[in-house]
């Protein structure tokens, strides 16, 4: 075989290599392709001052845990209670004042800003039932039905509110039927990555009520 066509043997299998690439749908190239700049991150900074964009509401202060950057960040508000009614206490009242927050959306400035929520409409706070432990929230819907980004939310959120919690730890809630509440804890893994919470929390069996002691027996009688 000559040099010649040996060289064109190989230029041969070049283009049918060629080809080969653009059958499958792969675009043959010998120089870089411009995919574009980069996705710019959000900025995560809430407005200046706090409770933004409350000014003039009458209410409590508290930090709402909204999404942004696929993390939790607090952000503080000034929170108004609903209107009061006779058969609602104050852990109910806060409970859905708390939630209610959750589901606002964020102003212009933090959406810009990236803050985005995940907690639907909604959603209610309820009482506890009989043998619940102090401080549960039950809600309309079963927490673990809840996104995992908006269980999250509501948990870290939650934690923060003196009302609900008396300090750091778990937080219980349940659902509206008779299943016991479940506990989460609002950690620094689930503040970072929010869509890893457990669905299910640990579950709390109702407390049952004390037993009645026994009357002492009456002493004999001496004659």
């Keep these: 075989m000559t040099r010649r066509s040996a060289a064109a043997g190989v230029a041969a299998l070049g283009l049918f290599a060629l080809g080969a690439l653009s059958g499958c749908g792969i675009r043959a190239t010998t120089v870089p392709v411009d995919v574009g700049a980069a996705p710019s991150r959000v900025s995560c900074k809430t407005p200046e001052g706090t409770a933004a964009g409350t000014s003039g509401v009458q209410g409590i202060r508290a930090t709402v845990e909204l999404v942004c950057g696929g993390q939790l960040v ?5 929170v108004p209670m609903p209107e009061k009614k006779p058969s609602r206490d104050a852990l ?8 209610e927050a959750l589901q606002r959306e964020p102003s212009a400035q933090e959406q810009e800003a990236g803050f985005t ?5 909604g959603l209610t706070a309820g009482a506890p039932r009989p043998g619940d432990p102090p401080g549960t929230v039950r809600l309309s819907r079963k927490p673990e039905d809840l996104a995992p980004v908006a269980l999250s939310q509501l948990v870290c959120t939650l934690s923060e509110s003196e009302a609900v919690s008396a300090g750091p730890g778990p937080v219980a809630l349940g659902g509206p039927d008779a ?11 689930v503040r970072s990555r929010p869509e890893s919470v457990p669905t299910l929390g640990d579950v709390v069996r109702p407390t049952a009520n004390p037993a009645a002691s026994p009357s002492p027996s009456p002493s004999p009688s001496r004659s």
Excluded: S
């Design 92 to 99: 109910v009242l806060v409970g859905q004042a708390l939630l």
């Design 117 to 121: 929520t995940e907690v639907p409409a």
């Design 74 to 78: 607090g952000v503080e508000r000034v």
């Design 179 to 189: 299943d016991p509440p479940r506990t989460w804890e609002c950690t620094d893994a």
